[in-house]
């Protein structure tokens, strides 16, 4: 047993931001584990000019500002993704903000875009070595929340962050932020999507774009997603961000809280989008399977069901960060029982 996962219940007695101020204080001085789990060449896949390691992934909002980067690698994470980054740097929303729904394995936030902005997280991603099979590192950049000009938010981001990025997220899915998940339509993303298109071009680097949806998006919202998959700077979609739904299943006393809901709940409402995603994309976008992730089985249902990427949050909360070596193992073993030579093989199957 790890030290991290001896430290986990002490942890769990602060309450749920502190903690997690703890836990990021604690990766950025170098106190965290090194868990490096075994290479096997089955896990490795190359997406829009990247090469993944592994396809198990930190989600963002654990390092918004860049302040663990390395340690987030070094618990053995295939790549990781860090932000929101707005423009300014912004204190989010009154505390508290987090709420651990333990009895349901879940977390509720409405932090806000909470981060100290696009310049200071650029200064700690300029530290970062890109070298080729180290895992890459995504940068998810937002708007402020007084901004009136959203699409001059992502378009400013993208200035000052794209050089140090292996790929850039445009977060549109947030629900804490007003406003924010009516950009999801193919009009305001194709501004969005050009507008950081062009600035990466000022910058001379043109990087890989996602687009990280909600999972509470209609059929018509779907269709907007889907056609917006096929713009030439689209080079994936994440799906998905939290939930503002509240299953009748939840049992915890938090379940009330506003904001947004991710862990186990998410997992079927994320994974049944991410289906339909990749049908109506054809299997022809890169799908990053984010929501509910909390071991092999999970990540490999979402590699089935489209996802060539997964991504995890919540699951780290209630098993701590030795997490990522059991899915990631337990991965390869998945893929091997079931003859499949790469995760690549396995993307989509049960779509099919
Ligand atoms: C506390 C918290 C903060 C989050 N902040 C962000 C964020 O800033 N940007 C973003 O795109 N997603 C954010 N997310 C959403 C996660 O990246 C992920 O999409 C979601 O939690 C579902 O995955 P999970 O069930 O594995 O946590 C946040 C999630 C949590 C729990």
Redesign the pocket.
Known sequence: MSLARLALPAIRLLDPETAHRVTIRALALGLGPRSQPARDPRLESTLFGLRFPTPVGL???FD?DAEAVSACRNLGFGFVEV??LTPKPQSGNPKPR?FRLSDDRA?I?R?G?NNGGAARAAERLARFDHADGLPPIGV?IGKNKDSEDAVADYEACAERLACFADYLTV?VS?PNTPGLRDLQTADWLAQIVNAVHAAAIRTNVAKPILV?VAPDLDEQGEEEVAAIAKHEAVSGIIV???TITRPDSLRSRQRGEAGGL??AP?FRPSTDILKRLYQRTDGTVPLVG????ASAEDAYEKIRAGASLVQ????LVYHGPDLVGVITNGLSELLKRDGFASVTEAVGVDCR
């Open positions: 989600a963002a909002g918004k932000g929101t987090l977390v936030n932090m875009f998810n977060n947030s990280k998905s961000n939290t991710s862990g998410l984010v929501g509910g992730i995890l949050y919540s699951a």
